[in-house]
């Protein structure tokens, strides 16, 4: 009987055709992580970052000089300094984080499904990720970008390296990608468990913020369903605790340059605060499924510094939600819907 897995070429060369079975992975990817908390990854990481387009969308010409010639001269050595407050033995929070996140998914999935990390800046990088999946016999590819609220500055840039690396494979698998879960239940319910929780450990502060990362506002003039996301979560969560809404303000962080971003600003916020008399600040990050620099040296450290310094008595940030049993519950069901309607 002749064997239907391989072709045989005119010049007799054996080639295998025979489809392997079909597997599905599931892609999570997070923003990224320089290497070392020294300028020289710093610098690497920050050309990365920012030479992407969809993160800042000026002209090349008028970017260049002030990338080159400012701010990867001056920015690196700042920002290993911040970098270097929160490393610790096991490396870069983020990345640690985002790798036992990625364990606790795969742990709630099972075997039928592959489980992978990617960053989309530094390592390991999306596209060989994406090319050793395939490697491996993956068919089948959900991508779940690690960003709740859908911007075109964080997942809108995933799925361009993920498009990128689909263009580079000679049979690129079936492709989904989840945009966004800013207002699934489930991630509302992770999020508010976890906030009670910290609750009933640590007490209840005067008053609970939300900062979500920013964006320049012009962004949303654009089209940008960002702001509006933040918003959603923010009034669901508030919702979900029962809390009313002069107990929950919403916040925006890490703005950088001269051009307007989303307001108002986290910074000016906390000291706002401080300066009304509210002495206990609990602070949590929604926008943000793994800790990393934002939230553990910006908020916990440098804006726990301002808020102090304005007349408040103590600022206490609420940890991420990291692989907490209630994150990889609420994810592996958002994968499983997501899932569906793929033939057996």
Known sequence: MPDHSHYTGPAGHSIPVAAAPVQTAVLLVNLGTPAAPTAKAVRAYLAEFLSDRRVIDYPRWLWWPILHGVILRLRPRRSAHAYRRIWDAKGSPLRWGSEALARALQAELGGSVRVALAMRYGEPAVGRTIA????????????????????????????????????????????????????????????????????????????????????????????????GQCLTTARLLRERLGLDESQLVLSFQSRVGRERWLEPYTDATVRRLAGEGVRRLDVACPGFAVDCLETLEEVAMQNRDFFRAAGGTDLRYIPALNDSEEQARSLAALVRRHLGGWPA
């Open 132 to 227: 050793a999946l395939q490697a491996g016999g993956a068919r089948r590819l959900l991508v779940l970008p690690l960003y709740p609220q859908y911007s075109a500055t964080s997942t809108g840039s995933v799925i361009d390296a993920v498009a990128d690396a689909m263009k580079a494979l000679r049979w690129p698998p079936e492709l989904r990608c989840v945009n966004d879960y800013h207002d699934d239940p489930g991630h509302i319910e992770a999020l508010a468990a976890s906030i009670e929780r910290w609750w009933a450990a640590h007490g209840r502060g005067d008053k609970l913020l939300l900062s979500f990362h920013g964006i320049p506002e012009r962004y949303v003039r654009l089209g940008d369903p960002y702001a």
